[in-house]
């Protein structure tokens, strides 16, 4: 199922800004060449939805990628936030795919769980954290799935995740799972497995100066045991920006539910940008 409204403004998006700067002869056309050149990028983006399992567990995933694209490319899973496999992640899933790498959104409560309510997702998110043997068979089984598709080049696997899906990443890649990069967004970095030896991942987290849920001790803690194995990593505190931040919907759950969640554009932009210079440095 594509969707093609929303990618069709992504692309739009991305035209117009790399085109700043351009002259038209006539500044109608330049403007319906954009949008047809968005249309059909867009309809280039392929989405599959796909079933995995482990042993005990049953688990859904989407698949994003552009099939204009011929040649095998990096493979990049994405690691939801504490509410579960949602659209959400399936957005940054179409947004990879545009970069022209495919994506897998993944899940790791099983079964496509979804929590409606923050006691729900922390117990969730509690019960895989607590069971890393679990939670490791569910990721590469995810990996696994991702390597064998027909448009990705297996020995290029990189990972991001959002909030839980941060620290999911990041505790991957600390387990020596096959990464070559890992990207965490408003991520907890007090982990069940901290950085060791088996870490040979490039990594990056970008979390908000003004979230409450990442305290500097465990900043300090984390980035002293990074340094202490002289991984290849960098840390980015985005000031003012509070949890959630790279997620629209962050406001609305922060006044529902009572919590210090906040969209903030500029650090998602950001952020963004950020990711895009870790894998363009890590594939090419």
Known sequence: MIRTNQIILIFAFLLIVSSCGQKSDDSGSFEETSEEAAEDMAESIATEEVTYETDTTSMVGYIAYNESIEDKRPGIIIVHEWWGHNEYVRERADM???????????????????????????????????????????????????????????????????CFGGSVVLTMANAGMDLDAVAAFHSGVQLPIMPNEDLTAKVLVCNGAADPFVTPESVAAFTSAMDEIKADYKYVAYEGAKHAFTSKGADSLGQKFELPLEYNAEADEQSWDELQELLNETFN
């Not at 309510?117 to 509690?126: L, N, T």
């Not at 890393?132 to 590469?140: E, T």
């Open 96 to 162: 990879l795919a545009g970069l022209g790498y495919t994506a897998m959104a993944i899940d790791m409560y099983g079964n496509g769980k979804q929590a409606a309510h923050p006691e729900d997702a922390q117990k969730f998110s509690g019960m895989v954290m607590s069971n890393i043997d679990a939670a490791q068979a569910r990721f590469k089984a995810a990996m696994d799935m991702l390597k064998d598709h027909h448009s990705v080049d297996s020995s290029k696997i990189a990972a991001i995740g959002y």
